[in-house]
């Protein structure tokens, strides 16, 4: 058994790949919620496709560093609650994103919606949120605790939590 390397790249490495594990399986949870409502194409709806995505490989890594990481507490179980709290969190912010982007483009989003100004959509994402939620939150929560339970599993397969140990502690 090999001593555990204490490099704090480490630590970003592992960061980087629930980031892009997180995005992932953003993209499959938006393929899937859009596949299930039968609006899978369409301008309104491809904003989507970029912003669900970026939301989780944004919230991902945070949320890993602060549930996982930095406590020290590696499990399959965290790894599942992780993945649905950032699921359930990237909602606001995947709305904000699509709107945002929306406003750039100039184009309308989902039920038509004009967007004028950035700020404005802070309040429209906070508002927007709870429906998604309601209506596919259960198809991104189950994507995103299967995703974080695999990154959890794969990561105490090979030690991760170890090498974390010795590079935080120097």
């Known amino acids: 058994m090999s001593l555990p390397r204490s490099k704090r790249s480490d ?3 592992s960061l980087l790949l629930v980031g892009g594990g997180a995005a992932l399986a953003g ?4 393929v899937l919620a859009l596949q299930f409502y039968g609006m899978s194409y369409g301008t309104r709806v491809t904003v989507f496709y970029l912003a669900a995505p970026l939301a989780a490989a944004l919230l991902g890594p945070c949320l890993w560093w602060w549930a996982i990481i930095k406590p020290g507490h590696l499990s399959v179980r965290r790894g599942i ?9 990237a909602h606001p912010l995947a709305w904000y994103i699509a709107l945002v982007l929306a406003f750039f483009t100039g184009e309308q989003t989902v039920a038509g919606l004009l967007v004028f100004n950035p700020l404005q959509d802070l309040l429209a994402s906070l508002l927007l949120a709870p429906f998604s939620l309601i209506y596919v939150g259960w198809i991104t929560a189950l994507v995103g605790g299967v995703a974080g339970g695999a990154i959890a599993l794969l990561q105490s397969a090979y030690g991760c939590s170890g090498r974390w140990r010795a590079a935080l502690s120097v």
């Open 81 to 89: 609650g992780v993945g649905v709290l950032g699921a359930s969190l």
């Open 27 to 30: 993209l499959a949870a938006t």
């Open 11 to 13: 630590v970003w490495y």
